[in-house]
């Protein structure tokens, strides 16, 4: 690549001037110069001053397989010399996307064997809320097209995926949300369950909620209940296990249907190909991206049930829906070899009977203890350490989130990627991590949390 020919600062600058990034505030991001990714290899990242990173994000809760396959590689060039592209429209079809559906439907919960492809997650939630809205009026209940979800809840950044999610400040910006969207507390124990209160109650009380907003609405009108199995961007929170059996219970009682939002979740991430086999529900849709293909090329798919591909099928007639990039050939190849790298090297199982114990006991043991942390939890390979200024009354610092952007930018100086959000730090690493990895990832997150700390209490 030729940016070898530009230094940093000039990188910098061409950067600061062109480019408009996700989620950013540009003035600030301008000012600092943006930290410059240049190359990676298994679980570590490089930037351009050579400094290796451990990246606890997998990038950004995707790259499942780590970095630097080149099998993915091959895989891409292969197909795109073969057939770089050709469309799904007009009764076309191209070899790579019909051999992904056939292993997706096999890996799937089994009454959900049918794929809708598209380019993103946030651009499979729109094809959900589409699809989810046309069965109901297929089905002659036009009415019934309310959407329940929750506060905090992370679905996306086209209009409906920020609709459907749950944070405030991006309804903010919105200039008016999708209609009939509405959204009801989240499962998060650590701050929302009453004093005494136990884990198994609060799931029960979390799951009530939804009930609620569907008698309020009157049954008639709730098309669909849209959940993260666990929260990824809000914060990794992990419900207690009596919440989703019950959500499933409730969405079934009133005939609302249950659509899972599995881009984070999905693909080994808890230990189960996804998250509904960890919580033993069935949903109706399961929206996928992310680890599909590890992050090497984007790609997003819905996995819909057999209750709504029946009648899409037999009376939807033509759907008006759909991308460009539906179904990607090259994206479809390297979703494909990926799947095969996570089978072969059983990396799914690994989560669930080895690292991802060891990853709970780790931070559980050496990483809960620290004066600066309220809790930590984790379910497979996802984990979150609350910050706290008082541990005993779980005081915060100020609120906002500063002092988790304090530790963030500690531990990345100390070679650790995470992330901060609100007051948790979040944790996603590559499912290729080994016991190793991850006693190499709690030394380096202490460090980050006691320099952290001398600095937060200095202030
Ligand atoms: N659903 C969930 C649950 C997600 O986490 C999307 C949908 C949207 O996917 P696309 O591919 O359209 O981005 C996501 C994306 C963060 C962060 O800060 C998380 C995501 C995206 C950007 C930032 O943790 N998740």
Known sequence: MTYQNYSLKQLQAIDAAHHLHPFTDHKDLRAAGSRMITR???????DSEGNEILDGMA??????????????????????????????????????PVLLSQKLAEIAPPSLGQVFYGSSGSEANDTAVRLVRYFWQLEGKPEKNRIISRNMAYHGSTITGASLGGMSGMHGQLGGAVPNIVHVMMPYAFELALPGESDHAFGLRAARAIEEAILEAGPENVAAFIGEPIQGAGGVKIPPASYWPEVERICRKYDVLLMLD??????????????????????????????LTSGYQPLSALLVGDRIAATLVEKGGEFYHGYTYSGHPVACAVALKNLQII???????????????????????????HPLVGETRTIGLMGAIEIVKDKDTRERFQPGGSAPVVIR???????????????????????????????????????????????????
């Open 40 to 46: 990676a290899e298994g679980p570590f990242i490089y």
């Open 59 to 96: 990038g950004l809760w995707c790259v499942n397989i780590g970095y630097g396959r080149t099998e993915l590689a091959e895989a891409a060039y292969e197909q795109m010399k073969e057939l770089p592209y050709y469309n799904s429209f007009f009764r076309c079809s191209t070899p790579t």
């Open 262 to 291: 599995e881009v984070i979740t999905g693909y080994g991430r808890t230990g189960n190909w996804f998250a509904a086999q960890t919580f033993g529900i069935t949903p109706d849709t399961i929206t996928t991206a992310k680890a």
């Open 343 to 369: 089978e072969k090297e059983g990396l799914v199982e690994r989560v669930r009977d080895e690292t991802g114990p060891y990853f709970a006991k780790a931070l559980r043991e050496r990483i809960a203890p």
């Open 409 to 459: 930018d500690h531990c990345i100086a100390n070679g650790m990627m995470l992330r901060a959000t609100g007051d948790t730090m979040i944790m996603s690493p590559p499912l290729i991590w080994t016991r190793d990895t991850i006693d190499m990832a709690c030394e380096r997150i202490l460090k980050g949390l006691d320099l952290a700390e001398a600095e937060l209490r200095r202030k």
